[in-house]
């Protein structure tokens, strides 16, 4: 990571309380509801081979592609029937080495470019014209925006933080030191950060509350974002990571489980696309819905028809939305109305 010289403001040092569970994570749920598609889109239709993300913006769907260099980002209206492509792979203008995700933020679309480290504003019009908002070390893929100028970041290696609160001009207000892990404690912070770096973020869309879950064992942390200050409510873990530390060469173990490929939040539930398969298996399909209150209460499980690779949530709509891989790569979209407010 690009080393730069940041102004610190404030640091708030806050640690979770933490506490065991049993091994399988499904039997905390007392709850649990098949649901159906709604509506289902084969993207390759579209020429959308390899999508990695999709958010909605205005009334299209946005779709990251990595399979299609010279246009990486691909534009879809509601209805079908219109769609247009842009964004190309280099070092050249209007051009990106490699996307960390994009995100829609106050109502403003925003591309994060990996290697530049630089966040991208996208205005969309009858063609695609980019913007750079920030050049930010402290900018990851797993950064989630609050607003335009504040982010939520995993695991920097610049300010040796798990969470941290930190604005576009690599200011830090807030940070979070990594939860208790029984196999953990006694790691250095790069061998920690290893573990960790894969977790994902749920913002609640009123942005004052957010959750985490950790992709190689299952972890999970409910808090509040409070002015400047990020505070962690509740912690848990179901088990300790399994791993080996093969003279700094971090390896999980391949017999362990995949707990989360992506999360989102709604008004009262931060909800994780659970996996449950083994690394071994090389299978991210993911075929539920986990619900937690923002207090970290289980609530309740929905069980997918289609497997997703991702998750996103429409407030205006109260749908769920997805990736799906399989025979063929599908936008696939669930309907919430009538079984979640």
């Given at each position: 990571m690009k080393r730069i010289y940041y102004w610190l403001i404030l640091i708030l040092l806050v640690s979770c309380s933490d506490s065991k569970l049993p091994k399988d994570i499904i039997s905390h749920f007392t709850q649990s509801k098949n649901i159906?598609?709604?509506?289902?889109?084969?993207?390759?239709?579209?020429?959308?081979?390899k999508p990695w993300f999709v958010y909605i913006y205005n009334d299209y769907y946005v779709f990251e592609d990595d399979k299609n260099i010279d246009s990486v980002l691909t534009f879809l209206s509601f209805d079908l029937k219109n769609y247009s492509k842009g964004l190309r792979i280099g070092n050249g203008p209007n051009e990106v080495v490699g996307i960390f995700g994009i995100e829609v933020i106050d109502d403003t679309l925003y591309v994060k470019d990996?290697?530049?480290?630089?966040l991208l504003k996208v205005d969309y019009q009858d063609s695609l014209l980019f913007s750079e908002v920030?050049?930010?070390?402290?900018?990851?893929?797993?950064?989630?925006?609050?607003?335009?100028?504040r982010y939520i970041n995993v695991c920097s290696f610049t300010d040796s933080s798990f969470l941290s609160l930190v604005d576009t001009n690599d200011n830090i207000y807030s940070k979070l030191y990594f939860p208790f892990d029984e196999n953990l404690q006694n790691e250095n912070f790069f061998t920690k950060c290893c573990m960790y770096?894969?977790?994902?973020?749920?913002?609640?869309?009123?942005?004052?509350?957010f959750a985490w879950s950790v992709s190689y064992f299952p972890s999970f942390g409910f808090g509040r974002i409070n002015g400047d200050s990020l505070i962690c409510d509740k912690?848990?873990?179901?088990?300790?990571?399994?791993?080996?530390?093969?003279?700094?060469r971090i390896l999980c173990n391949k017999k362990s489980r995949i707990i989360s490929n992506s999360s989102v939040g709604t008004d009262n539930y931060a909800v994780f696309l659970y996996c449950g398969n083994k690394y071994e298996d090389l299978d991210f399909n993911c075929n539920k819905l986990l619900l937690y209150t923002w207090n970290g209460?289980?609530?309740?499980?929905?069980?997918?028809?289609?497997?997703l690779i991702y998750v996103n949530y429409d407030?205006?709509?109260?749908?769920?939305?997805?990736?799906?891989?399989?025979?063929?790569?599908?936008?696939?979209?669930?309907?919430?109305?009538?079984?979640?407010?």
């Open positions: 159906t598609a709604n509506k289902v889109v084969d993207l390759e239709r579209y020429n959308i081979l990996s290697n530049h480290h630089r920030s050049n930010s070390s402290k900018i990851s893929m797993t950064s989630r925006g609050l607003n335009k100028n770096m894969n977790t994902q973020l749920a913002i609640s869309p009123t942005k004052d509350k912690s848990f873990e179901y088990y300790s990571a399994e791993y080996t530390n093969n003279n700094g209460d289980p609530y309740m499980i929905l069980n997918l028809d289609y497997p407030k205006s709509r109260n749908v769920f939305y997805g990736i799906s891989e399989g025979e063929k790569t599908l936008l696939v979209e669930y309907d919430m109305n009538g079984i979640i407010d």
